[in-house]
T-cell receptor, first 113, second 114 residues
Framework: DAGVTQSPTHLIKTRGQHVTLRCSPI?????VSWYQQVLGQGPQFIFQYYEKEERGRGNFPDRFSARQFPNYSSELNVNALLLGDSALYLC????????????FGSGTRLTVV | KQEVTQIPAALSVPEGENLVLNCSFTDSAIYNLQWFRQDPGKGLTSLLLIQSSQREQTSGRLNASLDKSSGRSTLYIAASQPGDSATYLC?????????????FGKGTKLSVIP
């Protein structure tokens, strides 16, 4: 069975640009969460989506947005990129909204120059 | 607001030694606690999931305990091997409190010396 897949694996963007990151959850999982991990820190929660509805939002600016599609895949969008947005973006898949444990993808490494 | 602390931040041990990694959290109203492993530049690999009603979980050479009332968890690694070298992250699931998120510690970086 395929695990959580994220694309792209790496990308480089210029300040002010927009980026879209994609995630496909494990088959049968209906919840997708997004996390940002900067070097040397633990991952920070950005969003959780369950059954296509936003169920949680972390302390991130409105430049960050996300959505979940009918097939439960998800996109994370970041507008007006800043140098500080450079990080590893992790997607996590879960059976339900909470309490089931999470499976993470390999992440997307975003570098903003 | 939930806060998770991991001690020590880094640990270096000779191969074959048994070791303990510590995790503490401030709000005991958690749904479960999950231990992850992260290799440099990679994603997270789940090691053990302990539900709030459980005291411990075991998988191979790994054993994790949970004391919810005191806000503590430990990850015990037996007979460490060089392949165990990685960063170990502890995360608590606050979903029972309605926040639907994992709160992570900063991790313990483990080096096992051959």
């Amino acid at each position: 069975d395929a695990g959580v897949t994220q694309s792209p694996t790496h990308l480089i963007k210029t300040r002010g640009q927009h980026v879209t990151l994609r995630c496909s959850p494990i088959s049968g999982h209906k919840s997708v969460s997004w996390y940002q991990q900067v070097l040397g820190q633990g991952p920070q929660f950005i969003f959780q989506y369950y059954e296509k509805e936003e169920r949680g939002r972390g302390n991130f600016p409105d430049r960050f947005s996300a959505r979940q599609f009918p097939n439960y895949s998800s996109e994370l969008n970041v507008n007006a990129l800043l140098l500080g947005d450079s990080a590893l973006y992790l997607c996590a898949s879960s059976l339900g909204a909470g309490g089931y444990g999470y499976t993470f993808g390999s992440g997307t490494r975003l570098t903003v120059v | 607001k939930q806060e998770v602390t991991q001690i020590p931040a880094a640990l270096s041990v000779p191969e074959g030694e048994n070791l303990v990694l510590n995790c503490s959290f401030t709000d005991s109203a958690i749904y479960n606690l999950q231990w992850f492993r992260q290799d440099p530049g990679k994603g997270l690999t789940s090691l053990l999931l302990i539900q709030s009603s459980q005291r411990e979980q075991t998988s191979g050479r790994l054993n994790a305990s949970l004391d919810k009332s005191s806000g503590r968890s430990t990850l015990y690694i037996a007979a460490s091997q060089p392949g165990d070298s990685a960063t170990y992250l502890c995360a608590v699931d606050d979903s029972g409190a309605g926040s639907y998120q994992l709160t992570f510690g900063k991790g313990t970086k483990l080096s096992v010396i051959p």
